[in-house]
């Protein structure tokens, strides 16, 4: 073996024994708002996302269907109004309080949330610590249909 090959594959065995890869799929309902990953982030971590599927935004409509990018449209009715509707998004919300309403005895959670847009393929340093949601750019997911799928690649040093 010549010496490049010596310093690659030594590269490798280092790099395998220090830095440990979680990896997470996801399966993102285009019906639910939002999908709990499982994952808790930090502020500045770097995570790789990388999507794949096809959803349809409205049931019958031939011209809503999309992959994780979303379609070339706009609306003033979904969670990040400046990218594509229907691309695949992501959230991190860190739990500042819990109250229970009096009358119903549902616990309300107080939340500081950032969203941020994923695609089909990004990295993307976390803007908060917290627990990481998936989900669609558009609020009325009730006659949606179709998922995607997400790989989730986080490395520790």
């Known amino acids: 073996m010549e010496r ?37 982030v930090e502020e500045g971590e770097a995570l790789i996302f990388e999507a794949s599927g096809t959803i349809s935004l409205q049931a019958g409509n031939p011209e809503g269907f999309c992959d994780p990018e979303g379609l070339d449209l706009k609306t003033a009715q979904q969670p990040l109004i400046e990218e594509k509707l229907g691309m695949l998004i992501g959230k991190v919300a860190r739990l500042l309080s819990t109250e229970i309403d009096p009358e119903t005895k549902e616990i309300k959670r107080l939340e500081e949330e950032r969203l941020f847009p994923i695609g089909r393929t990004r990295e993307i340093e976390m803007p908060l610590s917290g627990r990481l949601y998936l989900g669609i750019n558009e609020n009325v997911v009730e006659d949606n249909s179709g998922e995607f799928l997400v790989v989730i690649r986080k490395f520790r040093k």
């Open 4 to 40: 490049g090959g010596v310093l690659l594959a030594l590269s490798f065995i280092f790099l395998t024994f220090f830095i440990q890869e979680t990896r997470v799929v996801v399966a993102v309902p285009a019906q639910v708002a939002w999908t709990d990953t499982g994952l808790e």
